[in-house]
């Protein structure tokens, strides 16, 4: 087995877990504020909380407008931030080694020898 082939098993079982997370769990999960929310309700820290610019976005709290049933939208909300996050770190780890690869250079053309 190379290297390659290992790696690309370990992504592709990690992502299988977090799908299966996602749709087995975070519909399961409590709709009662946490402990942090909690607290400034009862403190009164949150008396000038506002709603945020992407309170009323396709998936805000953690739901696909649209789907009646909460608990697929709530699947369907994190499949989409799994694969979202997905893209982006591969995409910036694709970037980062890409900087960090050195340049070909002519010692290592073809036709060169190898030592």
Same mark, same amino acid.
């Given at each position: 087995?190379?290297?390659?082939?290992?790696?690309?098993?370990?992504?592709?079982? !990690?992502?299988? $877990?977090? *799908?299966?997370? $996602?749709? =087995? $769990? =975070? @519909?399961?999960?409590?709709?009662?504020?946490?402990?942090?929310?909690? *607290?400034?309700? /009862?403190?009164?820290? /949150?008396?000038?909380?506002?709603?945020?610019?992407? !309170?009323?976005?396709? #998936?805000? /709290?953690?739901? $696909?407008?649209?789907?009646?049933?909460? %608990?697929?939208?709530? =699947?369907?909300?994190?499949?989409?931030?799994?694969? %979202?996050? #997905?893209?982006?770190?591969?995409? %910036? *780890?694709? %970037?980062?080694?890409?900087?960090?690869?050195?340049? @070909?250079?002519?010692?290592?053309? @073809?036709?060169?020898?190898?030592?």
């Amino acid at each position: 087995m190379t290297r390659r082939t290992s790696l690309l098993g370990f992504v592709v079982i !990690g992502l299988a $877990v977090a *799908v299966a997370l $996602v749709v =087995a $769990v =975070a @519909p399961r999960a409590s709709s009662q504020p946490d402990g942090l929310e909690k *607290v400034a309700a /009862d403190h009164g820290i /949150d008396a000038g909380e506002r709603g945020h610019a992407l !309170g009323d976005g396709p #998936f805000a /709290d953690y739901e $696909v407008q649209g789907v009646e049933h909460d %608990a697929l939208g709530t =699947a369907v909300a994190g499949i989409v931030g799994i694969a %979202a996050t #997905f893209v982006l770190g591969a995409g %910036a *780890v694709w %970037a980062f080694r890409r900087r960090r690869d050195p340049p @070909p250079s002519a010692a290592a053309s @073809p036709g060169s020898a190898r030592s």
